[in-house]
């Protein structure tokens, strides 16, 4: 019986306030470092699949517009407006001859 009285002396308890107010804070701010440690690995892995679909979409665009400038596409694309591939080497022009 003589422990538990010496445990919770009153006294103790309001000289020892401080060490708790203390206690108290660092388990807030534990706790609150735990959560922004959360919420921050949720935004990078966020932000890792958002650039991995985005370089996806980059070799796919990139891709496309290496098959599309191909001679063969560029042929068929311009088919419709009526224009032709060469075929016979273009003719080059005499420069003008300047007279003083």
């Given at each position: 019986m003589e422990w538990k009285?010496?445990?919770f002396n009153y006294q103790w308890i309001v000289?020892?306030?401080p060490f708790?107010?203390?206690l108290s804070l660092l388990t807030v701010l534990y706790i609150y470092n735990?959560?922004?440690a959360e919420k921050t690995i949720k935004d990078i892995n966020r932000s890792?699949?958002?650039l991995k679909e985005l370089q996806y979409e980059y070799k796919t665009i990139q891709s496309e517009?290496?098959?599309q400038s191909k001679q063969s596409e560029l042929v068929k694309a311009v088919e419709p407006l009526g224009l032709?591939?060469?075929s016979q080497s273009p003719v080059i022009l005499p420069a003008a001859?300047?007279?003083n």
């Open positions: 009285r010496l445990l000289k020892n306030i708790f107010l203390f735990g959560h922004f890792s699949r958002e517009l290496m098959f032709k591939e060469l001859v300047k007279e």
